[in-house]
């Protein structure tokens, strides 16, 4: 998948979250993923290289093809070992790792900070839309609750898909790590989303 497909249903799994925690009915909702999930599968039937994405991750394929960026991130995952070879000193994303900024700064960030490293940084994503969704639980005004509701989703699902698809726990996307990845629009806007939980978060502890 491309970025915008990617994004995409990043922003439409969160917003059947903030859907569901507005009340919908069951039956709304499992329509919409029916729907959803159609639209998915006739978009990567139609588009070849989304096809062949899907292909390689199913039966494997061509390591110097298809597979070339998965097989180099997940070599750069697994040369971290527990503790990592220490920030700044990775050498797959100088050499064979594509986007070690972007896409595969997950990769890049167990390599050089080992098993440890990376698991701390999904306990912080954890922590966060945990306390995201417990402050939501509190609030009494509508609107408040499903914007944390929703940052919450954005935040937890994109860094979700970020960290499975380069782990080749799903197909390639190609979506930034909230906050961490290169790329000024996303970090705008994930800075955006936070400055504004931090707002609400006074407004409850007044």
């Known amino acids: 998948m491309q970025p915008a497909t990617s994004t995409a249903a990043v922003i439409v799994l969160s917003g ?6 507005g009340g919908a009915k069951y039956r709304y909702i499992g329509l919409f993923v029916f729907g959803a999930l159609l639209g998915l599968a006739a978009l990567i039937a139609v588009t070849p290289y989304r096809l062949e994405r899907v292909k390689s991750f199913i039966s494997g394929g061509d390591v110097q093809g298809s597979r070339y960026h998965i097989e180099q991130a997940l070599i750069t995952i697994g040369s971290g070992g527990l503790f990592g070879v220490g920030y700044g000193q990775s ?3 100088y050499n064979y790792l594509p986007e070690p900024v972007g896409d595969s700064i997950f990769a890049v960030i167990a ?6 490293g990376a698991s701390t940084l999904i306990a912080v994503f954890l922590a966060i839309v945990t306390r995201c969704f417990m ?5 009494t005004e509508p609107f408040g609750r499903l914007l944390l509701v ?19 726990l799903i197909p390639l ?3 930034p790590l909230p906050f961490i990845s290169y790329g000024s629009t ?3 806007a994930f800075l ?6 931090v707002n609400i978060t006074k407004s409850i502890q007044r």
């Not at 402050?135 to 609030?139: E, G, N, Q, S, Y």
């Not at 994109?158 to 380069?166: C, D, K, M, P, V």
């Open 173 to 175: 996307t190609g979506v």
């Open 16 to 21: 059947l979250i903030v859907y569901w925690a």
């Open 186 to 188: 996303a970090l705008v």
């Open 91 to 93: 050498t797959s994303k």
């Open 135 to 139: 402050l939501a639980r509190k609030m």
């Open 192 to 197: 955006t989303m936070a400055g504004i939980i």
């Open 150 to 168: 929703g940052f919450a989703s954005v935040i937890g699902i994109q860094a979700f898909t970020h960290i499975a698809a380069i782990s080749g």
């Open 111 to 116: 390599e050089e900070f080992g098993f440890m």
